[in-house]
Each structure stands twice: as C-alpha cells, then as structure tokens.
C-alpha cells in the first residue's frame, strides 16, 4: 500500500467531526466549489424575487451540504434559516462554517423528522416559511412525506424542490431512483394540499452551473404572488386522485397557465 493510499485509509477511520475539520481547514475551496443552488444564475434570481415578493419570515433547508446555498438564503431572505442535513461529515462541515452566525440553525438527523419537529412550533406555523427541499440523495426518498407535513402544518408554504424534472425542458437535469421515484409530476400524483405548481421560465441553455431542474409549489394567495414573476410559469398538468383511483375511477383535476 502506498502512502497516500494509507493516507486516504486512516482518514476514512476519522471520526466525522475530524473528517469536517480538515475540509473545512485544509480544503478552503470546498467553501466555494459549486455556489448556491448549483452555481445556476438564474435559479438565484428567481429566489430573490420570490423572497422579494413573498417576504419570507423563516427559511427551513433539507440537505444543508457544505452550506453553499444555505448562506445564500440566509443572505438574500433575511430571515432566520433552519437546515438539516443527515450526513455526518457534512453536517459537521456546516456546524463549523456557521458556528458565528446566529441567523443559520444547522441540524443533523432525519429531513422528516426536522420538518415535523418545526411544525410542532406553534410560533414557527403561523409564520410566512420559504422550503427548499434537497434531501434526496439517497434510496429512500424523503420528498413526498415531507410535502404532507408541510401542507398539513403551514396554510401558505412556498416550497422549491431541487433536482426536480422541467417539463418541455430535457436541458435540465433531473433524479431518477427508479419506479415511484423519478422526480417529477407523477410523484406528486394524489398529494392533498390543493397545491398550485410552478416551474421556471429560464431555458436551460440559458442557465449556468450544474443547470439541475425545480419545481416550485404553493397555494393560497402566495400562488397569486407567484403568478406575477417573470421567470415563473403556472404549470398546466393533471394531478391523479390515487383515492378515487382505488376506488376505480380517476378525476383529473387541470391547472391551467
């Protein structure tokens, strides 16, 4: 075994708090590697028009990563950010790059169990919440449960979710898990919530960075809100009532741009 491979072998071995340290340290371009929202341009102007708009009171991120795009969130929303993220090394990594901030709340463990958590905050529930959803990096896929909390604890959530397939757009990209877990309209088939969806208007040959798809859901007033930005549109598409469907029929309800 050569050194560096011995190297790399001891390092795997380090507790995760270690293994954060010497990224956070000895690796500073990890701080800046990919940028907010996967350094795409557009996607950070649409953020800041949403919280233009909307004037969001807190910020709740599932799947904090290195931080990147919690930062920005924090910078640009003004208001208070709660993030999960469930893998050790980044959650640590994160712990320490905002270890003086006390705008940014970084949390370790389960995105469904933080989400549910929060709702149990009587104050938190009645407030105007911004949800960026990005904990789907893995075979169990947290996205759906954590729309329902959303939807049954807050009357007017504004949430975007990362990764998410553009219609009409194969420029973007998307995660696909395999059957019930491709990451498009059809995974939202039978969400209860009466939930109006959005979807970027920015061409994907337009977009910067990792150019990574999003949707973007709300309803109440916030949906007329929405309606008003530019690089927005209100999806046309057909939401499957799974309940009437066992119950062998299905209603298509159509939203119309």
């Not at 075994?1 to 500073?28: E, H, I, K, N, Q």
């Not at 958590?117 to 990096?137: M, T």
């Not at 469907?245 to 209603?251: F, K, P, Q, R, Y």
């Amino acid at each position: 075994m050569s050194a560096r491979s011995l190297a790399r072998a001891v390092f795997r071995r380090l507790p995760p708090g270690w293994t954060a340290a010497v990224d956070y340290y000895c690796r500073p371009r990890l701080a800046e590697a990919a940028g907010p929202f996967n350094g795409q341009r557009a996607r950070q102007q649409l953020y800041r028009d949403l919280a233009r708009v909307c004037h969001f009171e807190a910020i709740v991120e599932t799947g904090t990563f290195r931080g990147h795009t919690t930062e920005f969130l924090a910078s640009v929303g003004m208001a208070p950010v709660y993030t999960v993220e469930a893998f050790p090394r980044y959650y640590h990594y994160a712990r320490r790059r905002f270890r003086h901030r006390r705008d940014i709340h970084p949390s370790f463990g389960d995105s469904r169990d933080f989400i549910e958590q929060l709702a149990g905050d009587a104050i938190l529930r009645r407030k105007k919440v911004f949800f960026y959803l990005d904990a789907h990096w893995y075979d169990d896929l947290p996205l759906h449960r954590e729309l329902e909390l959303i939807g049954a604890a807050w009357d007017e959530p504004v949430v975007m979710i990362d990764d998410f397939a553009v219609a009409g757009d194969e420029g973007y990209g998307f995660d696909d898990y395999g059957p019930g877990k491709r990451l498009s309209l059809e995974y939202l088939a039978g969400l209860d919530g009466g939930w109006v969806t959005f979807c970027p208007t920015t061409p994907s040959c337009q977009e910067t960075g990792w150019r990574r798809g999003c949707l973007v859901i709300t309803r109440g007033e916030a949906a007329t809100q929405l309606c008003s930005l530019q690089l927005l549109r209100r999806f046309t598409h057909k939401v499957v009532d799974t309940k009437a469907a066992e119950a062998g029929s299905v209603t298509d309800r159509t939203r119309e741009d």
